[in-house]
């Protein structure tokens, strides 16, 4: 009965503590937005900089990896879809296995994988370390906001090549495939490129960018939110640790979410 009663106070705190993180988060979300508008362009103009800087790191630097994974995404996919789709008398239908597989769901997932393990760990590490430092206390005592210097530049940066990212992605994988149907069936460019296309709904990009969009700020805000709760050193590297893991979890739910509503909104 004890060991119950253990395993329901460690439960009940477990989730009293995910509703104060999510509760926080939602938090942090309204201030940034709110500093994001009222500053209007005045208020993105001062923090160019910074949000160059992030962009940088988070969309540029990671632009070969993100290229390797959409160009061996493209290839697998093509390969698996010429191999076993003739078998059942579908084989020209892989411009809408190109669609659905990258545009709709992996661009944007994989994206995100790629941006929460180097970005995010990164910016939970770098506001942890300026609270430890106390950097974050002495630009307070200047008068200068840690959410509009700090949080809001990286959500802006991060959603902004969480987009572009996604979109190399989507371009790099539709290469890697055709370039394996060209080595395998020899299939003109032309007629491979009017499949895909074909397939291609509006729907199908307004999905794609938005949960580009929503994975770009979730990583944005529980990585800043994670380095905001550090207290002291060895806090750090569990700030890393918490902010990849909590992103892939939202990440990941938010997904089935999107993908389940656009699946009931097409019935």
Known sequence: M???????????????????????????FYDTVTVLFAGGRKGIASSLKQIISQVLFTGVEAFWLVGIIGLLCGITIIIQAMTNMPKFGVGEYFGNILIIVVIRELGPFFTSLVVVGRSGSALATFIGNMRVSKELSALEVMGIDPIHFIVMPAFVAMVVSMVCLSVYFDVIAIIGGYFIAQVKVSIPFGYFMGTVLGALHPLDLVESVFKTVVFGAITALVSCYHGLAVTNTREL???????????????????ILITMSVFLYSL
């Open 237 to 255: 590297p569990q700030a890393a640790l918490k902010s990849v893991v909590s992103c892939m979890i939202a990440t990941l739910l938010i997904n």
């Open 2 to 28: 004890k060991r119950f009663l253990r395993f329901v106070d460690s439960l009940g705190a477990w989730a009293v503590s995910l509703f104060k993180m999510v509760f926080d988060v939602f938090g942090l």
